[in-house]
T-cell receptor, first 116, second 115 residues
């Protein structure tokens, strides 16, 4: 079974530029998550999708971050414009809902973003 | 709301020694608890999870954790450390509400194994 795929693996941009990350979840997984992991911290949930609908985006900085999952499969996360503090690893995860908070989330390798 | 505190951002143990990584949680409802491991330049991999039932949970690679409600703890242990255990370990909590599988992670503990 193929795991969660993410691209690119690394990205370096100047501040105020735009950047997009792509995620392909495990086949059949209805739930998709984007996390931000700043160096020295644990991952922080940015947005959660159930199929192509947003379940939780309470911690997504909506003035600069956007995400979509148009067909309920792949997802893209965009930052426009980027700030220095956006330097982090962006992790995508997917799960198959079983109810009650017991879902196992499977993580991709992440995209390491450096904003100069 | 829920939160997780991992005591010790860095832990070093000798090969063959006991591994103990500490995690305390705060939750307004009965929690589900998880330990994830992250190897360099890789995503997170689930080691084990506690949902309900038996409070001692066994995971992969010889790790286990015990849920202690009275102490609000979920410490991770392994009897004998191996060089391949060197990684970063994250404790996480989610709420036992249907449709709310949001994971809240601790800040992580980097485990170093001394040959």
């Amino acid at each position: 079974e193929a795991g969660v795929a993410q691209s690119p693996r690394y990205k370096i941009i100047e501040k105020r530029q735009s950047v997009a990350f792509w995620c392909n979840p495990i086949s059949g997984h209805a739930t998709l998550y984007w996390y931000q992991q700043i160096l020295g911290q644990g991952p922080k949930l940015l947005i959660q999708f159930q199929n192509n609908g947003v379940v939780d985006d309470s911690q997504l900085p909506k003035d600069r971050f956007s995400a979509e999952r148009l067909k309920g499969v792949d997802s893209t996360l965009k930052i426009q414009p980027a700030k220095l503090e956006d330097s982090a690893v962006y992790l995508c995860a997917s799960s198959q809902p079983q109810g009650g908070g017991t879902d196992t989330q499977y993580f991709g390798p992440g995209t390491r973003l450096t904003v100069l | 709301a829920q939160s997780v505190t991992q005591l010790g951002s860095h832990v070093s143990v000798s090969e063959g020694a006991l591994v103990l990584l500490r995690c305390n949680y705060s939750s307004s409802v009965p929690p589900y608890l998880f330990w994830y491991v992250q190897y360099p330049n890789q995503g997170l991999q689930l080691l084990l999870k506690y949902t309900t039932g038996a409070t001692l949970v066994k995971g992969i690679n010889g790790f286990e954790a015990e849920f202690k409600k009275s102490e609000t703890s979920f410490h991770l242990t392994k009897p004998s450390a191996h060089m391949s255990d060197a990684a970063e370990y994250f404790c996480a909590v989610s709420l036992s509400n249907f449709g709310n599988e949001k994971l809240t992670f601790g800040t992580g503990t980097r485990l170093t194994i001394i040959p």
